[in-house]
C-alpha cells in the first residue's frame, strides 16, 4: 500500500517538473490538473478506513482540483484570448534546474524534521516542499497572469499535500478550509485577469506597473 | 563462467533483430496513419540493397570519412554485447563495463560526428554540433539511472545488475519507476526518434542525426543504418531488463521472451511517434534536462 503511494508521490513531483518545463500554457493547466486529482485520491492512501465522509472528500477534491478549476481556466484562456506559449521570465531549462534543486533540498531538509514514526518513511513531506517550491517559481517567473494562477494552484497542492498529515486529527476542517481558500482564491484572480486583459489588451503581469501614478 | 550457447544466440540476436525492430516500428506508424506500410522486413531490403551498390567518396575527405561508418556499426556491435539480454550473463562482462558501455557509445558518436566534419559541408557540421550537445544532456541520465541501479544491486557489472534489478521494484519501485522514464526519453534521444527527431524528415535543417549522414552512400550508408538499429536494440535491452525479470527457466524460454520485449518497445515508439510532433529544437534540451533530473531524482530517493 505504501510503496504504491510513494510511486503516487513521485508521480505528483515528476509533474512539477512538467510545470516548469513546457510551454504551452493549455499543457500546463491540463498537468495541474492531473496533479489536483492525483492528490485528491491521496486521502484514501493515508487513511485506509477513510469511510463515506474520506470517500466523499476524494470525490470533491477531484473534482474541484481536477475538473472545475481547470475548466474555468481553459475558458479564461478561450474567452481573453490569453496566448498559448508560456512566457517565462527565468528560461525553462533554468526552472528546470531550479526545480530539481529544490525537490533535492526538499528531501534533505524533510529528514531533518522532527515527524512522527508513522510519516518519516513518507515521501509526503518532501513531495510536498517540492510542490510548494515549484508553486513559487511559477509565481514569480512566469509573466502571465494565467500562469500565476496555476502557481497559486501548485503552492496549493503543495499546502494540501502537507496537509494530509493532520488528516487524523482534524479532518474536515482542514480540506475545507484550504478548498475555499483555493476556490476564492481562484476567482478573485479571474477577476484580476479580466480586468488586466480590459485595460491593457494583454495578461502581462508587466503591465501593471503602469498603474502606478 | 560463459556457456557458448547463450553467446552465440546473443551475437545471433543482435546481428539478426536490429533491423526488424525498424521495420515494426514502421508497421506501427503505418497501422495508425491507415496504410499498408513497408513490410516488416524492409530494412533487410534495404541494407542488401545498399551493401550491393558502389560508395561515392567526396574528393574533400580523408579517412575519417571512411572510418566513420565503420567504426559506428563496429562499435554498436561490442556495446550490445556487454548487454545481457536473454541469458544471466552478457557475451562479454567484467567489472566496470556499465563505464565501457557508455563510452563505446561515445567512440561510436565521436567518429560519427567527425566523419560529418570531414565532409567540411556546413549542414553536416550543423547536424554534428546538434547531435553533440544533445548527446552531453542524455548521457547524464544514463549514467545516474546506472548508478542508481548499481546502487541498489551493489555490482558494476552490467548482467548482475541488470539480472538482479527487477527484484528491487517491490522496495524501491519508485526509484526505478524514475529511472525507467529517463531511460525511455534517452533512448528516444539516443536513437533520434520523435519527438527528438523525425527519422523520416529530409529538411535538413531540422535534422539531427540524418543530416549528418548526406554524404554518406551505398555500403557505408548501410553500416550506418545498420549500427544504428543495433543501437536501437541496446537501448530497448536495457529498458526491457530493468522491466522484466528472467524466468530462469533456460534459454529457450528466456530468449523468446526478451524478443517479445524489445519488440513491444518498437511498438511503443511507433505509437508514440503516430501520436506526437517533434519538439521544437530549443525545446530538446529542457527534455533531456528533464530526462537527467528524473534519474538523479531516482538516486537522491534511493539515498535518502
Not at chain 1, 48 to 57: C, E, Q, T
Not at chain 2, 193 to 222: Q, W
Not at chain 2, 273 to 280: G, I, V
Amino acid at each position: 500500500m505504501f510503496e504504491l503511494f510513494d510511486v503516487a508521490l513521485i508521480l505528483a513531483v515528476a509533474l512539477n517538473f512538467v510545470f516548469l518545463g513546457v510551454s504551452r500554457t493549455r499543457a500546463v493547466i491540463n498537468a495541474v490538473a492531473l496533479q489536483g486529482a492525483l492528490i485528491g485520491t491521496f486521502i484514501l492512501f493515508v487513511q485506509p478506513d477513510v469511510g463515506l465522509r474520506g470517500i466523499l472528500l476524494a470525490l470533491v477534491t477531484i473534482a474541484l482540483k481536477g475538473r472545475i478549476i481547470p475548466t474555468f481556466l481553459l475558458h479564461a484562456m478561450r474567452e481573453a484570448d490569453i496566448q498559448h506559449e508560456v512566457e517565462p521570465v527565468v528560461g525553462f531549462i533554468p526552472s528546470l534546474l531550479l526545480g530539481g534543486v529544490g525537490t533535492a533540498l526538499a528531501i534533505a531538509f524533510s529528514n531533518t524534521l522532527p515527524l512522527t514514526s508513522e510519516h518519516a518513511h513518507l515521501l509526503l513531506v518532501p513531495a510536498s516542499f517540492s510542490t510548494v517550491w515549484t508553486g513559487f517559481l511559477l509565481l514569480t517567473t512566469r509573466r502571465q497572469a494565467i500562469m500565476q494562477v496555476l502557481g497559486y494552484l501548485v503552492l496549493e497542492n503543495g499546502i494540501y499535500l502537507f496537509g494530509l498529515l493532520l488528516l487524523e486529527a482534524m479532518p474536515f476542517l482542514v480540506e475545507m478550509g484550504v478548498l475555499l481558500d483555493v476556490f476564492t482564491g481562484v476567482f478573485v484572480m479571474g477577476i484580476i485577469v479580466h480586468h488586466i486583459n480590459v485595460e491593457f489588451d494583454s495578461i502581462s503581469t508587466a503591465y501593471l506597473r503602469n498603474l502606478k501614478e | 563462467m560463459h556457456d557458448p550457447i547463450n553467446t552465440a544466440i546473443q551475437i545471433v540476436v543482435v546481428l539478426l533483430l536490429p533491423p526488424l525492430l525498424q521495420g515494426v516500428i514502421g508497421k506501427t506508424k503505418a497501422l495508425f496513419a491507415g496504410r499498408m506500410g513497408p513490410p516488416f522486413l524492409q530494412q533487410y531490403y534495404d541494407l542488401f540493397k545498399l551493401f550491393q551498390k558502389d560508395s561515392v567518396f567526396s574528393t574533400t575527405t580523408t579517412w575519417i570519412f571512411r572510418a566513420g561508418p565503420v567504426v559506428a556499426l563496429v562499435t554498436a556491435f561490442v556495446a550490445a554485447l556487454f548487454i545481457p539480454m536473454g541469458s544471466p550473463r552478457s557475451a562479454v562482462s567484467f567489472v566496470g563495463d556499465p563505464i565501457v558501455l557508455a563510452y563505446v557509445l561515445g567512440l561510436s558518436r565521436f567518429f560519427t560526428t567527425s566523419a560529418a566534419l570531414d565532409t567540411g559541408s556546413p549542414f553536416e557540421g550543423m547536424g554534428a554540433a546538434r547531435e553533440v550537445t544533445f548527446a552531453c544532456l542524455a548521457e547524464p541520465a544514463l549514467f545516474l539511472g546506472l548508478l542508481v541501479i548499481a546502487n541498489l544491486t551493489g555490482s558494476l557489472q552490467l548482467d548482475t545488475m541488470l539480472g538482479t534489478v527487477t527484484d528491487h521494484w517491490s522496495t524501491e519501485g519508485a526509484s526505478l519507476a524514475l529511472v525507467l522514464t529517463g531511460w525511455s526519453i534517452v533512448l528516444l534521444a539516443e536513437n533520434c526518434r520523435i519527438p527528438f527527431d523525425d527519422p523520416n524528415t529530409h529538411l535538413e535543417l531540422t535534422m539531427i542525426h540524418e543530416v549528418m549522414v548526406l554524404d554518406h552512400s551505398g555500403p557505408a550508408f548501410g553500416m550506418i543504418l545498420y549500427g544504428a538499429s543495433m543501437k536501437l536494440l541496446i537501448f530497448s535491452a536495457l529498458v526491457v531488463r530493468l522491466l522484466i525479470p528472467l524466468t530462469g527457466q533456460g534459454p529457450w524460454l528466456d530468449w523468446p521472451l526478451f524478443i517479445a520485449g524489445a519488440l513491444v518497445v518498437a511498438v511503443l515508439v511507433g505509437v508514440m511517434e503516430s501520436s506526437m510532433a517533434r519538439l521544437r529544437l530549443t525545446h530538446v534540451p529542457a527534455l533531456l534536462i528533464s530526462a537527467c533530473m528524473l534519474s538523479a531524482f531516482g538516486f537522491v530517493l534511493l539515498m535518502r
